[in-house]
Every structure is written in C-alpha cells, then in structure tokens.
C-alpha cells in the first residue's frame, strides 16, 4: 500500500484511490486466492517488501515494491516468478501511467489506449510469452 500511496495515487482521483484500497483489501485478496490466481510475495527477513499477482495464469493482476526496496530486483525477481507460471501465449498487464517503463523493462509493450476503470487509470500492455 505505501508503494501505491507514494507512486500511483497522487495522479489519480479519490474514486480511483478508494477503488484500489478495495482491491487490495484482505477480503478481496481471500477472494482471489480460492480462484485462478497466483501470488507471489518477496520476504526479506521475514518482512514482506513485494507482491505480485497473476490472474487466470496470463495476466498480471498487481506488482508492488515497498519504496525502500525499489532498484534492487525485487521486481524483477517477482516478475520472473510470475512469468515462470504464466500460462497463456501472451501476457497482459493494465500497468499504472507511472509503472509503464517498468513493465517496458520487464519486457511488456503498449498494447492499447490508455483506459479508465473506477478512477484506476492504466496502460494495457502485453509481452510474448517466451518460455
């Protein structure tokens, strides 16, 4: 939550933070994890400081680093986890305006116009599924 507090929610509108916080929640995440999803967490003595989700085995559903941890792989090393179990030709993300050169350096390309959904702004993008 402090990696979206401090990145994504400054350029979004109050219905959009709120959106967020909603999908985030425990209940929500319960929710996802009895369906078709994977989740990923990175720990680093015993605290978490990423997390990352892939729905339905081909999109990319959230991946967050804690502030103080970002430039140091765990996105990375998150995302190969992901892709390690993705299983569709290709993969999507609906990435945060902010996030865009990252999911560009993780290999994902602009796939579509930039959407809105609940005041969550966000880039459709995809990458090939190379494995």
Known sequence: MASFMEAVAPSLSPLGIETFTG???MNDFADR???DNDMFVFESAGR???VAE???GQHVATLFVAPGWQGQGVGRALMTA???CARGEVVTVRASLSSVP???RYGFRVS???GEY???VYQPMEMNNLR
Do not use: F, H, N
Request: aromatic share 4%; no cysteine.
């Open 82 to 84: 992901l892709l390690e």
């Open 54 to 56: 892939l729905m339905g």
């Open 48 to 50: 978490v400081v990423g």
């Open 102 to 104: 990252a999911y560009q």
């Open 112 to 114: 579509g116009e930039v």
């Open 23 to 25: 999908i985030v929640s």
């Open 33 to 35: 994890m009895s369906d």
């Open 118 to 120: 609940l005041g969550l």
